[in-house]
């Protein structure tokens, strides 16, 4: 067989372009046409099976810690100590920054000595109260005796309601250094931060010298550092707003995390965000709070990048395709045979969703009736029977196939063409020929 195809290619060489048609037009050409026609077109067949099936809504997301507090400073001032570094483990109450008190001690001396002065103050308005109330007093028995004026009485009237509302104002005054008192206290005792809670520290922003700055309305704060509880995860997904409605809490997740290719983890939603979002690129997006299964002794990054698939329903016992062989054709392009007393083509629609089938080395188009797909696969509700092997591949196949085609299945064995064996045995024969002769001339040489 070969040596017939090696053959008809040195004919073709000897004899050039024309050589090549006059092959071509002859009827060994035709032939070989026919031989091509007959091969058909390899494709993939996958048979349809019976399995279970999750439909899943996949999102990207980040790994953050369920606990994680951000510590800023209350006051302004100049770092003293740093006790604790980044990756650190710290407990409630451990000292994690001490700032310079020097200024706020200072201050909280200013505001006693303010208290002292108004204490001062107090006495001496409480004296003038004193003094003129029985003013008062006085000239109120002399003018019911006419011996002094209704002016004299009115004025000392005054001079006693003057000093009681003088008083009142420096006892004011007193509580409000008091509170001064209470705040620089409160501020000198903010020079020490402890830790609110167990936990590792994840972000540290400052150090040894350095000044930390008060936020205020409109400049926020110093952020000191960052402690966060890593023996909680979770997973803030970014759902695309078309596809939040089937999410509910308790569903379970597959965790993809960048970090890890070879480890998948799993998850359970805990929580979902009631309120609509903007992600960067304009899309509305909805938060959803996964909580991470983690193993004893993993510890993972905060801020790693992740991707979910959410299982939002499950199928069990469905005939399932691979979903590339699940292909929209045009009704009107189907033939009447296909179209014909199928409960699964709407004349009244332009296309209609098929799979093909293959029979007797020919496509048959089949209608069907799809139900959910998974990243994979795609549920036949109708329409197709399990075990039965539909056209999978390749993609540039399934693009154009069509019903009635010739096709041929990728992975049988190739049957040998008509006459293919015989000529193998005549190769054979001419090759034993060959050797015949070459074995009785060298008889015919030893004899001479």
Sequence with gaps: MWKWIIGIVVVLVVLGGGGIAAVIASPLGAKLRGQQVEMGTEVALTAAERGDLVRTVSAPGSIEPR?????SSQVSAKVLAV????????????VVLRLDPQDLTALLASAQASLRSEEARLKGAEANLINARLNFERLTALYET?????ADLDGAEAGHLS?????????????????RIEEAQKDLDNTTITSPMD???????????????????????SIVMEIADLSEMLVKAQVDEANIA?????????????AYPDREFTGTVERIGLKRQVASDGTGIFQVEILLDTEEGDRLYSGLTASVD?????????????????????????????????????????FARVVYVMNDGKTVARPVEVGPSDLTHTVITGGLDSDERVVSGPYRVLVSIGHGQAVRDQDAEPE????????????????????GSESADADEVAGG
């Design 246 to 258: 089937p999410i509910a809490e308790g569903q379970s997740v597959t965790v993809y995390i960048n």
């Design 199 to 221: 936990g590792i520290v994840t972000a540290l922003n400052t150090e040894v010298g350095e000044t930390v700055i008060v936020g205020t309305t409109n400049n926020p704060g």
């Design 67 to 71: 606990t994680m507090v951000e510590i």
């Design 83 to 94: 006790p604790f570094r980044e990756g650190d483990l710290v407990k409630e109450g451990d």
């Design 310 to 350: 959410i299982a939002v329903e499950e199928f069990f016992d469905v005939v399932r395709v691979p979903s590339q062989s699940v292909l929209d054709r045009r009704v009107d392009e189907l033939p009447d045979e296909v179209k014909k007393d199928s409960a699964f083509v709407d004349s009244e629609k332009a």
């Design 163 to 179: 000093a009681q509302s003088n008083k009142q104002v420096i006892e004011h005054s007193i509580e409000i250094a008091d509170a």
């Design 146 to 150: 006419g011996d002094v004026t209704k």
């Design 416 to 435: 040998p063409a008509e006459g293919e064996e015989a000529t193998a045995d005549a190769d054979e024969g001419e090759a034993a020929d060959d050797a």
